[in-house]
């Protein structure tokens, strides 16, 4: 029987101000393998493969399903197996790379009846939010947008938009385990008119300074309001080794996602002392921690 296998790259959504609104997809993949069958057999080697072995209720599994149902067509089960390569500390897009996996793997199977819009809007129906799901889908740098938040049916505008081809990504992953629901949970509902404005001024430069490729704005455009001083109580030594990123020549650094994961932006010249020194500030903490060095993936998910 046909067998499918798609990677699905990791994402760091926000870049500071573009709360749930920006995502960058990186060049680090999870790959899903699916063949249908009639119960699940998964299979999973890499980070957490003791944890996701013999698990029908995984995300992937929901998405393969969620397209068969979508172009009604029955799915009983599938024999799945799992690479993973994408760190799971978080921040970094795993249930993402599990979402859009599952729906690329499902879709591809069929004939690919559906577009990738059609895609987004599943994936993000699975997710909750658009900004780990839409660079997934379609590589780079990702702005994304429902057209009327007041009517859940409206469908989610994406924009590609060009990243400076210059700068290399460099992320520290500690090892804390934060959870995205948790880690909204702890936002405030209710922001000033003062905090409204700080990111939306600071989200609009930061997508002008990539189109004009002005590197100079990235450090005051990656500034946030909303939630990454709030999350910071879950990162120990957060506000330094951020400080230490753009000591050791970074031009933008940012929680990556709802975090743990930190993610700077700078001139390859300058990567590897970004790298250690933000894994010197975690040390300090007696936090263990790994950088990783890591292209923008172009494209999203792709077949293999
Ligand atoms: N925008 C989401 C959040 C991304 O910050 O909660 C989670 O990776």
């Known amino acids: 029987m046909k067998m499918v296998q798609v990677m699905a790259p990791a994402t760091s959504a926000n870049l500071g101000p573009g709360f749930d609104f920006l995502g960058l997809a990186l060049d680090l993949y999870d790959t899903v393998t699916f063949t249908p069958a009639t119960d699940w057999r998964v299979t999973a080697e890499g980070y957490g493969a003791a944890e996701l072995t013999g698990r029908a209720d995984l995300l992937v599994c929901q998405a393969l399903k969620r397209v068969f149902q979508e172009v009604g067509q029955p799915l009983n089960g599938g024999i799945v197996h799992l690479d993973n390569r994408i760190p799971e500390a978080g921040g970094l897009g795993t249930s993402a790379a599990a979402i859009v996996g599952g729906l690329a793997?499902?879709?591809?199977?069929?004939?690919?009846?559906?577009?990738?819009?059609?895609?987004?809007?599943?994936?993000?129906?699975?997710?909750?939010?658009?900004?780990?799901?839409?660079?997934?889908?379609?590589?780079?740098?990702?702005?994304?947008?429902?057209?009327?938040?007041?009517?859940?049916?409206?469908?989610?505008?994406?924009?590609?938009?060009?990243?400076?081809?210059?700068?290399?990504?460099?992320?520290?992953?500690?090892?804390?385990?934060?959870?995205?629901?948790?880690?909204?949970?702890?936002?405030?509902?209710?922001?000033?008119?003062?905090?409204?404005?700080?990111?939306?001024?600071?989200?609009?430069?930061?997508?002008?300074?990539?189109?004009a490729q002005r590197l100079d704005l990235f450090r005051t455009a990656m500034e946030d309001a909303l939630h990454q001083n709030q999350r910071a109580v879950l990162i120990p030594g957060f506000h330094q080794v951020i400080k230490t990123a753009y000591q050791q020549g970074a031009i933008g650094a940012a929680l990556s996602g709802s975090g743990p994961t930190i993610i700077a932006f700078t001139p390859a010249a300058n990567h590897q002392a970004v790298g250690e020194g933000m894994v010197s500030v975690f040390a300090q903490?007696?936090?263990?921690?790994?950088?990783?060095?890591?292209?923008?993936?172009?494209?999203?998910?792709?077949?293999?």
């Open 105 to 211: 793997a499902a879709n591809h199977y069929l004939g690919d009846p559906l577009t990738k819009d059609d895609l987004l809007a599943l994936a993000v129906e699975l997710e909750g939010h658009p900004d780990n799901v839409a660079p997934a889908i379609f590589g780079g740098l990702v702005g994304v947008v429902q057209e009327a938040v007041t009517n859940e049916n409206t469908p989610y505008l994406s924009m590609g938009i060009p990243f400076p081809a210059e700068l290399q990504v460099v992320i520290a992953v500690p090892e804390l385990r934060v959870v995205t629901a948790q880690a909204r949970q702890i936002l405030p509902q209710q922001v000033s008119l003062e905090q409204a404005v700080f990111n939306l001024a600071r989200t609009g430069l930061l997508v002008g300074a990539c189109y």
């Open 285 to 304: 903490q007696g936090i263990k921690v790994q950088w990783l060095s890591v292209a923008v993936n172009q494209g999203g998910f792709r077949f293999l």
